[in-house]
């Protein structure tokens, strides 16, 4: 059996499903799942985590994903830092018709479709522009909407500004017991994130030895435990410091035993250090007050 099959249908008088959620971040479950519709995921704004096929993430000042069918992915607003506001769109291939994509005009977006199997993010002047065309879809008629899909379909497929998230190989399978082993490995993690890593404790969780456990999560997640670990800690610390936390407090409380470590893992994984991304805060937080 795989992965939780989720069924979604389209809106009403639509060929397609707009969604427009705008909720916070800590209600979001790890919801592994999969379903026969493409989707495009653009995230407003924030940091959270991004896991489509094996490949585990996560993404900065929002996000633009397209996910191909029967993809594995999970909800982009678990682990989110902020409040959690998303766009999305689900359609099957054939939502316009059965050959529709088959038109020579269509050749650049049915490639398009074919690269989405891997999970397509897309960054730059790119995420920009389709996300503030995405931003104004809900207020176009359907006609509008879809039309303005179409083009959007066009501008993803000649750019340039994309990165495959998974290749061929590394794709994963995920079927019933994986997905429960899985969620109870997240869990772990979640509650024990702030003490050190006990590799035999998060094994003997997932019923293998740790030798095993090692290699499994290594194929299944495409990181090692530790990484994983890591990550986990350094978004938890984002938090935090968002708080105006001290950076030692945090350091800490997020489960590492000294702040010179932190601070290489946390610019090893957010491209700057503790003290750059405090600041970052800091000058955010006045800018929102002024505007008030």
């Not at 088959?102 to 989405?116: G, H, N, Y």
């Not at 065309?133 to 809900?138: G, I, S, T």
């Not at 090692?214 to 990550?231: A, H, L, P, R, S």
């Not at 010179?260 to 937080?285: A, C, E, H, T, W």
């Amino acid at each position: 059996m795989k992965t939780p099959f989720e069924k979604i249908q389209p809106d009403e008088g639509s060929s397609f499903r707009l969604l427009h959620l705008k909720i916070s971040s800590n209600i979001f479950p790890w919801n592994y799942h999969y379903h026969p519709e493409y989707e495009m995921v653009f995230v407003h704004y924030g940091t959270g985590r991004r896991h489509v096929g094996n490949h585990l993430s996560y993404y900065e000042d929002g996000d633009l994903v397209l996910i191909g069918a029967n993809l594995p992915h999970a909800g982009f607003g678990y682990d989110a830092l902020d409040e959690h506001e998303e766009t999305v769109i689900q359609f099957k291939e054939d939502f316009l018709g059965e050959n529709f994509f088959d038109k020579p005009e269509m050749a650049a977006i049915k490639t398009l479709f074919e690269r989405s199997q891997h999970g397509i993010h897309f960054f730059g002047q790119t995420k920009k522009m389709v996300g503030n065309r995405l931003k104004k879809m809900p207020q176009l008629s359907h006609f509008g909407r879809m039309i303005e899909l179409l083009s959007i379909f066009q501008m993803l497929a000649n750019s340039e500004e994309y990165v495959l998230l998974n290749v061929a190989d590394t794709r994963y399978d995920f079927n019933q017991k994986d997905q429960a082993r899985i969620k109870r490995i997240y869990e772990y993690v979640e509650q024990s994130y702030h003490i050190p890593i006990n590799i035999k404790e998060v094994a003997d969780i997932a019923h293998l030895t740790v030798p095993s456990f090692c290699n499994y999560f290594k194929k299944v997640m495409n990181m090692t435990y530790t990484d994983f670990v890591n990550e986990y800690r350094i978004n938890q610390a984002c938090k935090l410091l968002m708080l105006e936390k001290s950076i030692t407090d945090v350091c800490f409380d997020c489960g590492f035993s000294n702040v010179s470590y932190f601070s290489k893992v946390f610019k090893q994984i957010k491209g700057k250090s503790p003290m750059q991304f405090k600041n970052l805060v800091l000058r955010r937080n006045d800018s929102v007050l002024r505007k008030k």
